[in-house]
């Protein structure tokens, strides 16, 4: 057996494997940046008290927490899959299948991660003295203005912390990344699929040198975490 | 609802508004009319919930009326008659708040720069700063100053928007008695440079009122019990002597 660190530099020596780490990279960049946009959208939208269907909504984007992704996954193949009412509306008008190719991988991270994401930046919002935004309200900015420059910059950490925990959360997903990618050799096998799938056929080899790469990659996102803890407000 | 007048005099605040206000011990109305003259400072003293922070939140349209007006000289802010109400953005109703609101992650410069309208012909904010005495504070944080150097920041902040109307609600309460001498001091030179067409002041000090404000409006529970001039022997004023006090016993 090859050292890991000779393990983890062949991983990079093969056209197949470079593939499948790029795959897992564009779903964790792509995720990534869903997850800001609806994270700071939702985030906000919850931490508005009064509105009808917010339980509603604050169930639908908590549920991926406390629901094994497995079901999670299952539930949305049945909803997104060819024949599922979603998914056959998509492929009808807009010729999109969104399962079995990188939509459904992406769905999977997104779906695995927006809890991650909401609930810090719904708590950050909710945390916020009203006084803040009166006082820029009475400055003369308008709502769009005090969400830039007053309120973002004071959630900033809020939102960076639950992106760091979103992605981590995204790039280990397995269960519902199956389900709606299906596992296809080269095609929508990311880095932790590729661990389950070398696992399964014996090459722990290969399963350790993933894992050596996911960890080293999750332990640069825990640093990043706790040095964005004390990091300062503002941009 | 007070009697709402026919003919504006040029250039006067007026406002006539009614909103009902919730205490622990039961509920009242809050209904204040009241003209102030260009330039003139009002201070507003009454025993605590007897609506003069609601009143300052209604003028600055931080909270909605039940029915009124507010007309700033030929501006109309609020007019529940004819369903007009401007929003407090573009109301150019500055208000210094208790709390201060002083936002944490921007620098002194940066708060002064953020509070500036594209159209504003406040004073520049090196100016400004050196006004309130922060000239050699400004890139520190809210975190990084003092009591008082927040309440002459936010002082700041708030003029560098370039009011028509100043709101100070108890822009003093949280200083020692050296500071509250400085910041009365400095709100002084503000009434005197005439930076504000006019200002409505929360003070539970009679003596800082008088010296702040030309005239001194007494309320209790939502009402106007008291109103005098404080350059003059005036019977209402000897009234708000006598019944100046944060209790909440009746004056009227």
């Not at chain 2, 006067?12 to 003139?40: C, H, I, T, Y």
């Not at chain 2, 409006?217 to 009402?223: A, H, I, P, S, T």
Request: a positive charge.
């Amino acid at each position: 057996m090859d050292s890991p660190l000779a393990s983890l530099l062949d991983l990079f020596a093969t056209p197949g494997n470079r593939q499948m780490l790029w795959l897992t990279a564009r779903v964790a960049l792509a995720g990534t940046l869903l997850h800001a946009l609806s994270g700071l959208a939702l985030g906000y939208a919850l931490a508005r008290p009064g509105w009808r269907g917010r339980n509603l909504l604050d169930i639908a984007v908590t549920l991926p927490l406390v629901f094994p992704p497995m079901a999670t996954g299952f539930l949305l193949l049945l909803l997104l899959g060819r024949r599922g009412p979603l998914g056959e509306a998509l492929q009808e008008w807009f010729g999109i299948a969104p399962v079995f190719a990188f939509s459904g991988l992406l769905i999977a991270a997104f779906v695995a991660g927006l809890p991650l994401v909401v609930k810090p930046v719904q708590a950050a919002f909710e945390s916020l003295p009203k006084i803040l935004p009166e006082a820029a309200r009475t400055l003369g900015k308008n709502e769009w203005q005090i969400f830039c420059y007053v309120l973002l910059p004071n959630i900033r950490n809020a939102l960076a912390g639950g992106l760091i925990l979103a992605l981590g959360r995204s790039l280990g997903e397995v269960g519902m990344t199956m389900m709606l990618g299906g596992n296809i050799e080269g095609r929508t096998v990311t880095a932790s699929l590729d661990i389950y799938n070398a696992v399964t056929s014996g090459d722990f080899e290969r399963a350790a040198a993933v894992s050596l790469l996911l960890g080293l990659v999750s332990s640069g996102l825990f640093f990043l975490l706790r040095r964005n803890a004390r990091a300062p407000l503002g941009w | 609802m007070t009697v709402l007048p026919t003919e504006p005099a040029p250039g006067e605040l007026f406002f006539a508004l009614r909103k009902p206000l919730n205490f622990a011990s039961g509920e009242a109305l809050l209904d204040v009319s009241l003209r102030l003259p260009p330039g003139q400072w009002l201070a507003l003293q009454g025993p605590s919930g007897a609506g003069k922070t609601t009143l300052l939140r209604l003028l600055a349209g931080l909270e909605t009326a039940a029915e009124g007006v507010i007309r700033a000289g030929d501006e109309i802010w609020l007019d529940s008659r004819r369903g007009s109400c401007l929003p407090t953005r573009l109301r150019r109703a500055g208000m210094v708040f208790q709390e201060l609101g002083l936002f944490p992650h921007m620098s002194a410069r940066r708060q002064v720069d953020f509070a500036r309208r594209p159209e504003s012909k406040a004073l520049p904010t090196a100016q400004l700063l050196e006004l309130v005495g922060l000239e050699k504070l400004a890139e520190r944080y809210p975190a990084e100053l003092s009591g008082g150097q927040k309440q002459r920041l936010a002082l700041a902040r708030t003029l560098a928007s370039a009011p028509r109307l100043l709101l100070l609600d108890e822009p003093l309460s949280a200083l020692d008695p050296q500071l509250r001498r400085s910041m009365q001091t400095l709100l002084q030179e503000v009434r005197a440079s005439a930076l504000v067409d006019y200002a409505i002041l929360v003070s539970h000090d009679l003596d800082e009122a008088c010296q702040l404000a030309a005239r001194i409006v007494r309320l209790q529970r939502g009402q106007v019990c008291g109103d005098a001039p404080t350059d003059r022997p005036h019977p209402h004023l000897s009234l708000i002597k006598e019944t100046s006090c944060t209790s909440s016993a009746a004056c009227c």
